[in-house]
């Protein structure tokens, strides 16, 4: 056997702000250390928020005073890359020895992006993948990201690499991650509704992987005693449902619900191969004489000076 323990942690933004958040991710490093965790999941925007329920004071054709100060709060609170709160993180990475997958809101420039970043325990922060395409309202806060971070990792453990939400409905971006023989797949997301359990089962199915998806738990302000302007202290709560998935679609752990907590599987990577002898969706069950799928990887910029 080729045993891997791969790991949700199901926690949620604080909503004092990522240095609160950042220090009770950090408070779970016993933990993830003892459990033994070869990889380990975090949910979508955990540092930096996902604003569920903020409208940022926009309407059809115009934007409100108070929408612009809402969203200079969220730009202040968010990261940048790298920056002090990815070397904390790659710091966790190497004591306890774990590859880490985090869902951040970036900061480049004046444009948020909603990414996943990747740390290594020997080399820290080792990659990043950005949302390519936000959802619905979304789209008022987060940039969309190109080809370039469409990537898989590379590790002793096997090749892992992250779809955000509802990113993991685009067929053909899973297309693309499947042509990379991925054998992690790590869905960061705010999405605790049955349904997305079912697409999360599917992936593992389809793809013939292993699949883990982390999803926020996250109380009102108002539950944890904390008043903090422009936040709607009425906002529905993010119930969780991390879980983990094998290669048959079958759930080896989870769904947890309305509890932080780790969710944890170990699993035999040989396993991977036995699951792809009757489906392997970019080998010989594809038919490239019939169809075919062109990515464009290239770095998009809207300016280039030449010299």
């Known amino acids: 056997m080729n045993k891997t323990t791969i790991a949700a942690l199901q926690i949620g933004s604080h909503p004092a702000g990522k240095a609160a958040t950042l220090a009770h ?15 380990l999941v975090l949910p979508e925007a955990l540092l930096g928020g996902y604003p569920k329920g903020e409208i940022f004071g926009t309407h059809l054709g115009y934007r409100l005073a108070a929408g612009r100060e809402a969203f200079a709060r969220y730009v202040a609170n968010a990261i940048e890359v790298p920056g002090a709160e990815t ?14 997958v985090v869902g951040v809101i970036e900061r480049d420039g004046n444009t948020l992006y909603c990414s996943a970043l990747y740390f290594s325990p020997e080399s820290g922060l080792c ?8 959802t619905g309202t979304e789209r008022l806060i987060w940039g969309q990201g190109d080809g370039s971070t469409l990537d ?4 002793p453990i096997g090749r892992f690499g992250a779809a955000i939400c509802w990113e993991n409905q685009m067929p ?13 797949w790590c869905a960061p997301t705010v999405d605790e509704r049955e349904i997305w359990q079912s697409t999360i089962r599917h992936i593992a199915h389809e793809g013939r992987l292993f699949a883990i998806t982390a999803c926020q738990v996250q109380p009102s302000p108002a539950d944890l005693g904390i008043e ?10 993010i119930r969780g449902n991390s879980m983990i998935v094998g290669p048959y679609g079958d759930i080896l752990a989870g769904p947890l619900r ?27 069950y594809a038919r490239p004489d019939v169809f075919a799928l062109t990515v464009d990887e290239r770095p998009k910029v809207s300016v280039t000076t030449l010299r």
């Open 258 to 284: 309305d509890a932080e907590g780790l969710v944890v599987a170990e699993v035999d990577r040989d396993e991977l191969v036995r699951a792809r002898y009757d489906l392997d969706v970019c080998g010989h």
């Open 152 to 155: 898989v990792q590379h590790s």
């Open 172 to 184: 053909l971006l899973r297309m693309a991650m499947y042509a990379k023989g991925i054998d992690f």
């Open 25 to 39: 991710l950090l408070s779970y490093e016993a933990r993830i250390r003892d459990a033994g965790i070869d990889l």
């Open 87 to 100: 070397d904390e993180l790659a710091g966790l990475a190497q004591r306890t020895g774990a590859h880490l």
């Open 228 to 237: 903090v302007p422009g936040w709607e202290t009425a906002r529905p709560l």
């Open 127 to 134: 990659g990043k993948h950005r949302k390519l395409m936000p």
